[in-house]
């Protein structure tokens, strides 16, 4: 399914981790908090907390709605699109979760990461834990958010993310095409060849730079300052989308967002994209970076793509 289908809710994981989080992720946990509680306006929120945090989370949660749903499973980080399942459903409209490989974006990321075996369990617990057949896909290594569904057969991702050797590098393309098709019953895969943000870690995800809003329309960040370090890569990578068709044959509707405006941490660019939203059922969570005027272009593009949603955006600076 596309993640702008209909679903029962959304899957987070509380922050905790020191090497990701400074300052006992009091920053991280209170945006974390704002998406759930927003998310809970319109669906459930299962909120995974290991040990160490279960006390915290339910602590932040005390009282709020009844929607958010504290699962004791413990992670090593908090990024539930990439460490979490795949969800699929077959004709009969059953549903189950994929459990990939996850090794950490490619291995261990700037030093940070000693381990990553929690992650990598974390999909299994959560279909467990929610009582969802589970499809173990081996070492086949991907995570969520390289993958993009418009629900009808067609997958879009990019080249450098899920050919680089660190993942799956004993499998061409052609053999990684093959399995994704196999494995996700898919009618094409549309790969992506240009594109990446400074500072980010994921060897551009595509949930970073395209996103499908429906099965004909593709937002993506448009970079116009020919003196910002994306604007070649960016301007490819939209003229590679304007020649992609969906599978009746027609042009996709493209929808150009904003690129953030540079903002560094002691000399680093960090990765600052308004592609990173949250569909919902009835709204889309955005990302906003203190930035009044990329901010309400970014909200007028995704209004025009989701048109019966609320859009909503949460300051994610300390998040990025």
Request: charged share 25%.
């Amino acid at each position: 399914p596309g993640e702008f289908e209909p679903h029962k809710g959304t899957i987070m994981i509380w922050p905790e981790r020191p090497g990701s989080w400074a300052y006992g992720a009091k920053d991280a946990r209170k945006a974390f908090a704002k998406i759930a509680e927003a998310i809970a306006e319109g669906e459930e929120v299962y909120m995974l907390a290991g040990p160490s945090s279960l006390a915290s989370a339910k602590a932040a949660f005390s009282g709020k709605s009844e929607k958010i749903h504290i699962l004791p499973i413990e992670t090593d980080d908090a990024w539930a699109r990439d460490v979490g399942p795949t969800f699929v459903k077959n004709a009969r409209k059953e549903v189950r979760g994929i459990n990939w490989r996850f090794n950490a974006w490619g291995g261990e990321v700037d030093g940070l990461y000693a381990s990553w075996e929690k992650d990598d369990a974390a999909a299994e617990a959560i279909c467990d834990a929610l009582d969802y057949p589970v499809y173990d896909a081996g070492d086949f290594v991907l995570e969520g958010g390289s993958i993009e569904s418009d629900g009808l057969g067609t997958l879009l991702t990019t080249s450098e993310c899920l050919l680089s050797p660190n993942r799956n590098g004993q499998l061409n393309k052609v053999e990684i095409e093959e399995y994704l098709r196999s494995t996700f019953h898919l009618e094409r895969v549309l790969w992506l060849d240009y594109g990446y943000l400074a500072g980010d870690d994921t060897d551009s995800h595509i949930d970073t730079l395209a996103r499908f809003c429906s099965p004909d329309t593709i937002a993506y960040v448009q970079c116009r300052d020919v003196n910002d370090e994306h604007y070649e890569e960016l301007h490819q990578m939209e003229e590679q989308l304007k020649t992609f068709q969906t599978l009746a044959g027609e042009p996709y509707k493209l929808l150009a967002l904003p690129m953030a405006d540079k903002i560094e941490v002691e000399g680093e660019r960090l990765p600052a994209t308004y592609a990173n939203f949250l569909i919902m059922n009835n709204a889309v969570l955005y990302p906003t970076y203190n930035q009044p005027e990329n901010d309400m272009r970014a909200q007028e593009v995704l209004q025009k793509a989701f048109p019966e949603h609320e859009i909503v955006g949460v300051d994610c600076r300390a998040l990025i």
